[in-house]
């Protein structure tokens, strides 16, 4: 049974930072690409962040360049979200989602964690 759980999140003002972890189990971690999303309260899922299975490729929502970086670790099979310089319009619950395929589109992803609410005050 594949298991993605995300922790890390919480209450931040704006300006500050945050890092979000992903530990996966019940699959060959290395052998699977790994993304971060996040969904606002009545907005649709977006995607945020990407890296390849070995870690050397990365890839950013534009909204998130240099100022989100995904990293992975393949021994401790997690993958992690460096967040910071937030904003009140990173609040969401942010996601991360497996796939064999380096794509952004939510419906490449076929295993999804249950999500960590970030929350980002004025």
């Known amino acids: 049974q594949v298991q993605l759980v995300e922790s890390g999140g919480g209450l931040v003002q704006a300006g500050g930072s945050l890092r979000l972890s992903c530990a996966a189990s019940?699959?060959?971690?290395?052998?699977?690409?790994m993304g971060w999303f996040r969904q606002a309260p009545g907005k649709e899922r977006d995607f945020v962040a990407l890296?390849?299975?070995?870690?050397?490729?990365?890839y950013y929502a534009d909204s998130m360049k240099g100022r989100f970086t995904i990293s992975r670790d393949n021994a401790k099979n997690t993958v992690y979200l460096q967040m910071n310089s937030l904003k009140p319009e990173d609040t969401a619950v942010y996601y991360c989602?497996?796939?064999?395929?380096?794509?952004?589109?939510?419906?490449?992803?076929?295993?999804w964690g249950q999500g960590t609410q970030v929350t980002v005050s004025s």
């Open positions: 890296i390849s299975y070995s870690g050397v490729s990365t």
């Open positions: 989602a497996a796939s064999n395929r380096y794509r952004p589109g939510t419906n490449d992803y076929d295993y």
């Open positions: 019940g699959l060959t971690f290395s052998r699977y690409n």
